[in-house]
Each structure stands twice: as structure tokens, then as C-alpha cells.
């Protein structure tokens, strides 16, 4: 029987794990499978693009994954027991179980309303496809004139605000942040987001923390009323829960908790990539939520399943981080130069230049997920049984 091997999720770091396991292992001897909701690859990275109208080109996983072993199947994940081994599952046909020898957790994260009251019931997020399509038409049928106001300083919310801004320069766009705006970047880097912000318009309310949200307002924490016709919610994300409920060693916010290769503390024959793990990076700092540590953990959790089972030399490549990439609309950016650890350098790229380069990231990223080993020859190695079976039974009782 081929080992068997479950890919959860196919968001950048789910589909990259699979197609470069397919690239590294032979056919005859494992049977990888790809569990996924949708039977497309969704670039998350421009849900605040698709928000205002723009469309994005479809990238189905059918033509993605041809003639490579990859086996898609377009279900739901309901439910993991990592001591039986199985996932539980509804597809088409209804409920069903996987089986599993070697499991990649990649179920990522959505949107994090972190509590606050009316979030959940008023707010849009831009976290998912069907998010940021709701968005989308909802910002349809606002007026010139009205108020979309985006709760969040971070990446995401910088994003949407100057693209909301910069599609729609016929409505009030404001941008609430806890801190000052742009407070993490260089002065460089703060600088000119100010200028962008200031040039298209949007009312920056620095220092303002959101405890409540309603149809036509949000309020802070101080008692400040600001309009909102829309709220944007982009104050960070949450995994998903099924972790949580499972035996995994998991932190505080269901986060699995992995080593160096990306394999669960607690169960190895579990491995967690994407926002879905809990690694530790430069500085012993854990990775943030992103794609630029997605990505390179994705490629080490494969490699060290490779390696694993066919008795290779295990991946060491620890994972840094080089810059921040924002987009301040289609013809603005900035991107900010950072240390392994990601405290940001006085080195930043701006302009139109910083925009062209931030859409090379956002290709080269999708073209990344097509092209698994970027695009360098490789050689599908057989497994071998004993040897894997052995070290997997050393390494637990280490």
C-alpha cells in the first residue's frame, strides 16, 4: 500500500506542500491528497483588489495539479482525530473519513473580530474570496459621499484603505489605527505613506481603539463616534478552530505548535505550515501570519517529509524574514527592508517602483504555488518503508 499523505487546505502554503511533495517522491509509492473547499487557488493577497472590482485571473488546482499525482478532493474539513489517523470530511456525497499516514495541517486562517460587539453583525472582512466579494458589493451600491471606514493599521488594513481610496475617490474613506500610522516602518517608510494617504484623501484617526461596531458608526474606546456607511474589519486573524479541538499540542490561540521541519511537537506524523503553525523564527521570535513565512515553510516541511521517508538528509534552513511588501494602491508602495528577525532597517523602496516591485511579489508568489521546486529539476526518490518506519519510531521516543 502506497503511504499515504493528506494535505488540509490549498491556500499558498497547502498547495505548494503537495506539489512539491509530488516533485520529490515517487509516484508508485505514496498517494498524496489535496482536501479543499474550492476548486480553484484563491491569491489572498489581492482580496482588497477583487474588493473593488477588479477581477483576478482563475487558477484552477485542475490544470495546477495535472499530471502530477496531486489528487484534489473538494470537501470541507470538519474534523481531525490525530490518533486514529483520520479526517472527517463532507464533500458532495456527504459525510466521510480520510485516512492518513503522513498528515500537512495548512487550513490557514479568517478574519479576527477579536470580540468586539457588532463586529460580527456590521463589519465586512477581506480575510477570504467570499469576503471580500461581499465587500465588493456592498461598496456597489454606496453613494458618493459616504463613509467606508477601515478598523486596522497593519498590512492589510493600509491596503485596503488606499485601494478603497483610490477605486472610489468619490467616498469618504477613513483608516482607524491603535498607534500612529505606520508606527512599525522605517521614517522613510512612514513618511511616504503619509504623503499617499494625505494625497488620496483618507482621514487617518491615530491612537483610536475600536470597542464597538455599529450599522453606521464605530466607537472607541474614549467615547469618539467615527461614520462608517461601511466598516472594514482587518485587525488581524484567527486560526482555524479544528486544531483546537484535537490532541495537538496547540498555543493559546489553536496555533500547532511545530519544530524546525514544521512537524507537530506532539504527534510526528502531523505537520503544520502556514498561519495553522506555531514556529519559531530569528530572535526566537515566532513567524508572523504571511505569506513570506508560508512560503518558505511550506517547502521545509515538504522537503523534511522527503527526507523522512526516504531516508535523506533532513532540511536546515532556518527561516528569516527580508521585507515587508505593501501596496498603497496600483501605482504606490512601499517596501520595507528588515532585519532576519523583521524590525524594520532605515532601507526602504518607494513610489511607483516600490509598486512594480510588490507586483512581482504578488506573481511570483502564485507562480511559486504552479512551480513548487521554482522550477528546478528534480528527481522523485522511492521510499523506503523500513528505514522511515524506523527513524519515525526513534524520533518518537526521543
Aim: with cysteine; net charge neutral.
Amino acid at each position: 500500500m502506497p503511504h499515504r499523505i493528506i494535505v488540509l487546505g490549498a491556500g499558498y502554503t497547502g498547495a505548494i506542500a503537495a506539489g512539491r511533495l509530488a516533485k520529490r517522491l515517487h509516484r508508485d509509492d505514496v498517494a498524496i491528497t489535496l482536501v479543499n473547499a474550492e476548486p480553484d487557488f484563491v491569491e489572498r493577497v489581492r482580496m482588497h483588489q477583487l474588493a473593488v472590482g477588479r477581477d483576478l485571473k482563475p487558477r484552477p488546482f485542475s490544470e495546477m495539479f495535472a499530471g502530477t499525482g496531486v489528487e484534489l478532493k473538494l470537501a470541507k474539513v470538519t474534523g481531525v482525530d490525530v490518533d486514529r489517523k483520520t479526517v472527517a470530511v463532507i464533500d458532495g456525497n456527504g459525510a466521510g473519513e480520510l485516512e492518513y499516514d503522513t498528515l500537512v495541517y495548512a487550513l490557514g486562517s479568517g478574519w479576527n473580530a477579536q470580540g468586539v460587539p457588532g463586529t460580527a453583525e456590521h463589519a465586512h472582512e477581506i480575510a477570504s474570496r467570499p469576503g471580500a466579494l461581499r465587500l465588493r458589493e456592498r461598496l456597489g451600491r454606496l453613494g458618493a459621499g459616504q463613509t467606508v471606514t477601515v478598523v486596522g493599521g497593519g498590512l492589510t488594513g493600509l491596503e485596503a484603505a488606499t485601494e478603497i481610496a483610490e477605486a472610489r475617490p468619490d467616498l469618504d474613506v477613513a483608516l482607524a489605527v491603535r498607534g500612529d500610522l505606520g508606527d512599525w516602518l522605517s521614517p522613510k517608510g512612514r513618511e511616504h505613506l503619509r504623503t499617499v494617504v494625505d494625497k488620496l484623501g483618507i482621514t487617518v484617526h491615530e491612537h483610536a481603539d475600536v470597542t464597538g461596531v455599529e450599522a453606521d458608526r464605530v466607537t472607541t474606546a474614549d467615547g469618539t463616534a467615527i461614520p462608517a456607511a461601511v466598516t472594514v474589519w482587518t485587525t488581524g486573524f484567527a486560526v482555524h478552530p479544528i486544531a483546537k479541538a484535537t490532541a495537538l499540542e496547540v498555543t493559546g490561540t489553536g496555533q500547532i505548535v511545530v519544530d524546525g521541519t514544521m512537524r507537530s511537537v506532539s504527534h510526528p506524523d502531523v505537520y503544520a505550515v502556514g498561519d495553522a503553525a506555531y514556529a519559531m523564527g530569528p530572535g526566537d521570535k515566532p513567524l508572523r501570519m504571511s505569506c513570506a513565512s508560508g512560503t518558505p515553510a511550506a517547502w521545509q516541511a515538504a522537503d523534511a517529509i522527503a527526507a523522512r521517508l526516504t531516508g535523506g538528509k533532513l532540511p536546515n534552513t532556518p527561516i528569516r524574514y527580508f521585507n515587508q511588501c505593501i501596496s498603497l494602491g496600483r501605482r504606490e508602495g512601499v517596501i520595507q527592508f528588515v532585519t532576519a528577525d523583521d524590525r524594520a532597517v532605515r532601507a526602504a523602496l518607494t513610489g511607483r517602483l516600490a509598486a512594480v516591485y510588490k507586483e512581482l511579489v504578488c506573481k511570483g508568489a502564485a507562480w511559486g504555488v504552479a512551480n513548487p521546486t521554482l522550477g528546478m529539476p528534480t528527481r522523485r526518490r522511492r521510499v523506503a518503508r523500513e528505514r522511515a518506519t524506523a527513524t519515525s519510531a526513534v524520533e518518537t521516543l526521543a
